[in-house]
C-alpha cells in the first residue's frame, strides 16, 4: 500500500471518530495506532501527539509540520452521516473534519512518512497531530511547543488549495457593555442602554482604521451577539454585545483596543490579545522553495494554530477554506494526493 493510500486510510478512521474540541482523545489514539503499526516512536500529551524523523542530527534547522485532529460539531443541513467517510465518484470523501483539517493532517503524515528513513534531509522535522485548535484552546499547540525545543519554522496544514498563506488575520473578542437607567417604557423616564449601544454599533461599523495591508487588507470589526431587555414595557438599564475583529499585521489586538474603547460609550473587555496576525517572510528559504514550484501565495482572512507560534510558519494544505464548518463537508482523494506531492517537493527545495 502506498503512502498516499495509508493516509487516505487514516483518514477515514478519523472521520469516523468524533473528535470535538476538547474530546479528540479516541482521534488521538487512532493516530497513536497508526505509528506503532509502523514502529515510529512518539509522544503524547493530552490529546496532542508528536514524532522526530528517525536520523535527528543536531545542527540541522527544526521544521515543524503541524495539523489539528478536532473539529467543530456538525452545522444544520447535513444530507449524509457526518461520521460515516463515504466516497463518491470515485474521488470525494465526504465527512465531518475530512477537509479542515482531516485532509491536510493525514497528507502530513503521509509527507513525514515519506521522510522518516531518509539521512540526507536538509532539515529536522517533528510531526505533531495537534487538539482544541477550533477553540484556541491552552491544550493544544500552545501545551506542546514548550516540549518540542526550538523550532525554527513550520508548516501548518490547513485547506488552502496548495496556495500558501504567509499571512493570517489575528483575532481579538471583545465583550461590550452599554448602561443606562431603568424606567417605564410608558413614560418619558430611565436612560435606554440599547440605544447606547446601538450608537456603539453604528460607530463600530463605521470605522476604518488607517493602515491597510497589502496582503490582509483593513481591520475588520464586525458585531456578531447582542442581548438586552428582560420585559417589553421596561427600558433596558443593560445592553451587552460582542465584537468580532479580525486585526492584520499593521496593528497589535492591544492597539486596537485601545483605538475602540476611545471611540466607544460602551465598556468593553477583552477576551484574550493573544491571537495576533502572524505569517513569514517572501524571503524565507520555505517560501522560495514554493515559489520555484510556481505555488501562489495570499493573506488569509481566517485563524489557524499559526497564531500561537513564536517562529515563521506557512499556511498551506489540500482541500478548500469555503468547504469548512459546512454540512456535506468533504475532500477530494486527488487533492489529498497532489498536496502528499506538493508537501515532499517544498521541503526537498528548502
Known amino acids: 500500500m502506498s503512502v498516499a493510500d495509508s493516509a487516505i486510510d487514516l483518514l477515514k478512521i478519523l472521520i469516523a471518530t468524533p473528535s470535538f474540541s476538547k474530546e479528540e482523545d ?9 505509528l506503532t503499526k509502523r514502529y515510529i516512536p512518539f509522544t503524547r500529551k493530552g490529546n496532542n501527539i508528536w514524532a522526530r524523523n528517525r536520523h535527528w542530527q543536531n545542527g540541522k534547522p527544526i521544521l515543524l509540520l ?11 443541513g447535513w444530507q449524509r452521516d457526518p461520521f ?24 502530513l503524515i503521509a509527507t513525514f512518512l515519506h521522510f522518516y528513513e531518509r539521512e540526507d534531509l536538509p532539515v529536522n522535522i517533528i510531526m505533531a497531530a495537534t487538539a482544541e485548535e477550533e477553540i484556541s484552546g491552552a491544550q493544544g499547540i500552545a501545551s506542546v511547543i514548550p516540549e518540542l525545543g526550538p523550532v525554527d519554522f513550520a508548516i501548518v496544514g ?35 442602554a440599547l440605544y447606547i449601544a446601538l450608537e456603539d454599533i453604528e460607530r463600530i461599523r463605521r470605522m476604518d482604521l488607517e493602515r491597510v495591508s497589502p496582503l490582509l ?3 475588520k ?23 468580532d475583529v479580525r486585526t492584520n499585521e499593521c496593528y497589535r489586538n492591544e ?9 466607544l460609550q460602551s465598556e468593553l473587555t477583552p477576551r484574550s490579545f493573544r491571537l495576533n496576525s502572524s505569517g513569514i517572510a517572501l524571503e524565507h528559504p520555505l517560501v522560495q522553495s514554493g515559489l520555484n514550484l510556481g505555488l501562489p501565495y495570499f493573506g488569509s482572512p481566517t485563524l489557524s494554530d499559526q497564531a500561537l ?24 482523494l486527488s487533492e489529498i494526493r497532489a498536496g502528499i506531492d506538493t508537501y515532499i517537493r517544498l521541503i526537498e527545495g528548502i
Open 309 to 332: 507560534m513564536p517562529f515563521p510558519s506557512l499556511k498551506i494544505g489540500p482541500g478548500d477554506s469555503a468547504r469548512s464548518h459546512t454540512a456535506d463537508e468533504y475532500i477530494r
Open 221 to 243: 470589526m464586525t458585531v456578531t451577539q447582542i442581548e438586552a431587555g428582560k420585559q417589553h414595557n421596561v427600558v433596558p438599564d443593560s445592553c451587552r454585545f460582542v465584537i
Open 217 to 219: 487588507g483593513k481591520v
Open 158 to 192: 490547513e485547506p488552502t488549495q496548495m496556495k500558501m498563506a504567509i499571512a493570517e488575520k489575528g483575532l481579538m473578542v471583545v465583550d461590550g457593555e452599554a448602561k443606562g437607567v431603568s424606567g417605564h417604557a410608558a413614560r418619558e423616564e430611565g436612560i435606554n
Open 26 to 34: 479516541e482521534a488521538a489514539q487512532q493516530v497513536a495506532i497508526f
Open 66 to 76: 503541524n495539523s489539528h485532529m478536532d473539529t467543530v460539531k456538525p452545522a444544520t
Open 84 to 107: 460515516h467517510p463515504g466516497i463518491e465518484a470515485e474521488d470525494v470523501l465526504y465527512g465531518l473534519g475530512s477537509n479542515d483539517a482531516g485532509g491536510p493532517l493525514v497528507a
Open 255 to 263: 492597539e486596537v483596543f485601545e483605538i475602540l474603547q476611545s471611540q
